[in-house]
């Protein structure tokens, strides 16, 4: 069910961006997509690394974590009403550019409805209601695909578009609310946890909860800044046409990325955590098994999409986008850089090395900083692209390393054979 939502809204963002390129004149595309960008980056600190804790402290507490969901919402609340206020705050003081200000009010929604989808993704992976979280991921791109259908019909500009994706967010904040309702009342039923009603321990203390978020938070917003910040950049201090350059290529690499993200952040991650404490063998055949195979399949996309790219993207996305072409060449290699490290990462993090995770991360944003400095001013929206790939194979070595140092340790990886053994039993 995952993989058919995950094919659903890959064709479903894809297809939006690709008209919403074709509809909107080149520099108002890229200034809509570097404000985009920024929401995207702003997201992490709204959402306070809450969804990735809750999938840590079910898998280690079961019924008990209840005790954590209410401080944790009150948090992500306060978190993100101060986000989207600064937001809107900024729009407000620079009124002096209408267009921009505009953007950045009107989709300062956004913020609420990707701190919204997190929670609620936690949640329905918790519960393994995974065909409910496969229609919620769906929901919202197909929303934003009504919109750019409109605005190719009517000829809508950027903050028109605006204003649609933030009616599509406030619905999606109200989807999200309604399957969080049973985690903030502990009734929920936990997938791998015999039901069990929810202790009366005391409810965790604020300075306990924002320690026990605080390493998550900072490994999605360094995460978030891989993704995101070449395109703001480049808005900044190239122009709105490079960002939109950049953005078109940088578009189909997140949706690409999804495909991990699904695999490990809303289906394994969860069982990963409790595979740690009571089955190490599986933990091993995950290390060994799943990250041949994640590379395996990035190499293989990689190789499509630097071929097809050359052809597919001025004719799909319009000849004003020809000089995206060498960028997503680049932003190829990068694939299985990412799918490989997306494995050796849920590792690390559900076998009690968060806090080594985050610092390789820090270090591997450090990098990427530095290397758009460098290579921005030299080769423009290339020098983004190839920054990308430059951190991203530092965050794969970094990972691994410390994953086969602490997570194998000296154990003997099981062989092939007994891990097609052990799936054909399952």
């Known amino acids: 069910m995952l993989g058919v939502s995950q094919a659903g809204v890959t064709l479903t963002a894809f297809v939006t961006q690709v008209l919403l390129a074709r509809s909107l004149p080149q520099a108002q595309f890229g200034a809509f997509m570097s404000v985009m960008s920024l929401v995207t980056l702003a997201a992490p600190l709204a959402t306070f690394g809450v969804a990735d804790f809750w999938l840590q402290r079910f898998g280690r507490e079961g019924p008990r974590a209840f005790r954590w969901v209410r401080p944790s919402i009150v948090l992500v609340a306060v978190s993100s009403g101060l986000l ?15 267009a921009d200000a505009g953007l950045r009010i009107a989709l300062a929604p956004i913020i609420l409805s990707l701190v919204a989808m997190a929670l609620s993704g936690a949640a329905l992976q918790l519960r393994g209601a995974y065909g409910q979280l496969a229609a919620l991921q769906l929901a919202p791109q197909v929303g934003r695909l009504l919109v750019a259908l409109l605005t190719g019909i009517l000829g809508l500009s950027a ?5 649609g994706y933030a009616l599509v967010a406030v619905v999606t904040v109200v989807m999200s609310v309604l399957v969080i309702a049973p985690f903030w009342h502990g009734r929920a039923t936990l997938e791998g946890h015999p039901p069990a009603p929810r202790p009366s321990t005391r409810r965790p203390r604020v300075d306990h909860l924002v320690a026990g978020t605080g390493l998550f938070l900072l490994g999605s917003l360094f995460y978030q800044l891989g993704m995101n910040l070449g395109v703001v950049t480049s808005a900044e201090f190239l122009s709105p046409e490079d960002a939109a350059v950049l953005a078109v290529p ?3 690499l997140t949706a690409i990325y999804l495909l991990p993200r699904i695999v490990y952040q809303q289906y394994f991650l969860a069982k990963l955590h409790r595979w740690s404490r009571s089955n190490r063998n599986a933990v091993l055949i995950a290390y060994r098994a799943g990250t041949i195979g994640m590379i395996g399949l990035g190499v293989l996309l990689g190789v499509v999409v630097a071929v097809a790219g050359r052809f597919a993207i001025p004719l799909i996305f319009g000849s004003q986008y020809r000089a995206s072409v060498p960028v997503m060449a680049v932003l190829a290699i990068a694939i299985p850089l990412r799918f490989g490290a997306a494995s050796v990462e849920s590792l690390l993090t559900s076998n009690g090395l968060v806090r080594q995770k985050v610092l390789y991360q820090g270090l591997g944003s450090l990098a990427f900083l530095a290397a758009l400095a460098t290579a921005i001013p030299l080769f423009g929206a290339a020098g983004a692209a190839w920054a990308t790939v430059l951190s991203e194979a530092i965050l794969l070595t970094l990972f691994w390393a410390k994953a086969k140092r602490k997570v194998v340790a000296d154990a003997e990886l099981p062989s092939w054979a007994e891990i097609r053994r052990t799936f054909a039993r399952s």
Not at 84 to 98: Q, T
Not at 159 to 163: E, I, K, P
């Open 159 to 163: 903050l028109m578009v605006a204003l």
């Open 84 to 98: 989207v206020a600064a937001l809107v705050g900024w729009g407000l003081v620079e009124l002096d550019e209408p």
């Open 250 to 252: 940088m578009t189909l």
